[in-house]
């Protein structure tokens, strides 16, 4: 993940959205300030994320209906198989509304 992350590092402030279970690699993005902003939607890690103090903006919403539809990304990350190997059909579903 580090080496991927510096893939990225040519390209500062991007806007990230990382709707993945854990969003390890937009908060990593975020960390090395390579992301000037980060939206996720892992529930229960507002509190790590002030812990971290991490550089940029970071926003947490539910879902894609929540995202504000004049918010444009740079980066989207989505798991598209669940923890048991499965298409995840709510993911691969939403997916055309962030076009």
């Known amino acids: 993940m580090q080496q991927l992350a510096e893939t990225y590092a040519e390209k500062k402030n991007l806007s990230v959205l990382d709707l993945s279970p854990f969003p390890y690699f937009g908060l990593l993005l975020l960390k090395k300030g390579i992301a000037k902003t980060l939206t996720y939607s892992c529930p229960g890690l507002e509190a790590l994320v002030q ?30 198989v669940t923890s048991e190997g499965e298409l995840n059909q709510e993911t691969l579903l939403d997916l055309p509304q962030l076009m």
């Open 51 to 80: 812990k971290l103090n991490l550089p940029g903006s970071v926003d947490y919403v539910e879902g894609i209906s929540q995202l504000k539809e004049d918010r444009k990304y740079d980066l989207v990350l989505v798991e598209p």
